[in-house]
């Protein structure tokens, strides 16, 4: 059974920071990618961040480019996005998602977490 919990949520004023983690259990070899995702008030899903596995290659989103970064603890299996320079318009649920290929489209992806609320403030 595949279980992906995210955690590190919160509120925070613009400009500050959070991190946030994915802990995967029951992934196998075919679950070669990792990806955030995030969905705002009327707001489709959106791609945020991904990252490979093995070799650690990273995609972002243009608007979260060098305020954001997706990195992973294999040892842990767990993934993380250290989110700074916070805006309110980062205002939103993230999940995490696990699936075989690399990319932005959410059919890519196979599973996914509940998600974790990240509000900032003005």
């Known amino acids: 059974q595949v279980q992906l919990v995210e955690s590190g949520g919160g509120l925070v004023q613009a400009g500050g920071s959070l991190r946030l983690s994915c802990a995967h259990s029951?992934?196998?070899?075919?679950?070669?990618?990792m990806g955030w995702f995030r969905q705002g008030p009327g707001k489709e899903r959106e791609f945020v961040a991904a990252i490979m596995w093995s070799g650690g290659s990273t995609y972002y989103q243009d608007s979260v480019k060098g305020r954001f970064a997706i990195s992973r603890d294999n040892a842990k299996n767990t993934v993380y996005l250290q989110m700074n320079s916070l805006k309110p318009e980062d205002t939103a649920v993230y999940y995490c998602a696990a699936g075989p290929t690399f990319g932005t489209k959410r059919y890519l992806y196979d599973y996914w977490g509940q998600g974790t609320q990240v509000t900032v403030s003005s």
């Open positions: 029951g992934l196998t070899f075919g679950s070669r990618a």
